[in-house]
């Protein structure tokens, strides 16, 4: 799998929106970008996933460059709930694995 | 439906022994991961089952790690002779179908304690 880059941490105050980015230069055409957090204590959770065109769920949007270099996920309004590890990965087509790096760790303030 | 569920919850065992770690996919799911985090790590891969197909163990830190899957139901992660650098928390996942787009399901987990 392709690598990503993410900065270490991120701070935001609560209401407000996060934009938390990520770099994969070297992605292949048939890389999925998916987006995964886990809160303190809890397993990873799926957050959102996108291919070429940016994409919107209930709980994020996700922004992908015309290039697909690199995305940002973005939390329209934090909570404190969103307080948690955001790890961006790259996925192909016919393997199931994910490879975690080191994330974001996003702190938010009320 | 019920998520992923994992047991036990939490295992102490002293160095040396052997631990069964258990994992209840989602029902009908025939992808099912075993992944590991050490305190303060991103998780690794240790190894991936799909349905009937030779099980992808790539991931086994060494041959004391073995893991089996009934079918397309439970599985039961074993540690033999365990060592002090075991110590994490083991993460169980599933998902329907395998491939780029879909959605991994984790549990809660199982921390193990090696003392």
């Known amino acids: 799998d392709a690598k990503t880059t993410q900065p270490n941490s991120m701070e935001s105050n609560e209401e407000e929106p996060v934009h938390l980015p990520c770099n994969h230069s070297?992605?292949?055409?048939?890389?999925?970008i998916h987006w995964y957090r886990q809160l303190p204590s809890q397993g990873p959770e799926y957050v959102i996933h996108?291919?070429?065109s940016n994409v919107n769920n209930r709980m994020a949007s996700l922004a992908i460059a015309e290039d697909r270099k690199s995305s940002t996920l973005i939390l329209h309004r934090a909570t404190l709930r969103d307080a948690a590890v955001y790890y961006c990965?790259?996925?192909?087509?016919?393997?199931?694995?994910?490879?975690f790096g080191q994330g974001t760790i996003l702190t938010v303030h009320p | 439906g019920a998520g992923v569920s994992q047991s036990p919850s939490n295992k102490v065992t002293e160095k040396g022994k052997d631990v069964e770690l258990r994992c209840d996919p989602i029902?009908?799911?025939?992808?099912l991961y075993w992944y590991r985090q050490r305190l303060g790590q991103g998780l690794e891969f240790l190894i991936y089952?799909?349905?009937?197909?030779?099980?992808?163990k790539s991931g086994l830190p060494s041959d004391r790690f073995s893991a089996e899957r009934t079918g397309e139901s439970v599985s039961t992660l074993t540690i033999q002779r365990t060592q002090q650098e075991d110590s994490a928390v083991y993460l169980c996942?599933?998902?329907?179908?395998?491939?780029?787009?879909?959605?991994?399901?984790f549990g809660p987990g199982t921390r193990l304690t090696v003392l």
């Open positions: 996942a599933s998902s329907f179908p395998p491939g780029g787009a879909d959605t991994q399901y």
């Open positions: 996108g291919l070429t």
């Open positions: 070297t992605i292949s055409g048939t890389d999925y």
């Open positions: 029902s009908g799911h025939t992808a």
């Open positions: 089952f799909q349905g009937n197909s030779a099980p992808d």
């Open positions: 990965i790259l996925r192909g087509t016919s393997y199931g694995k994910l490879t």
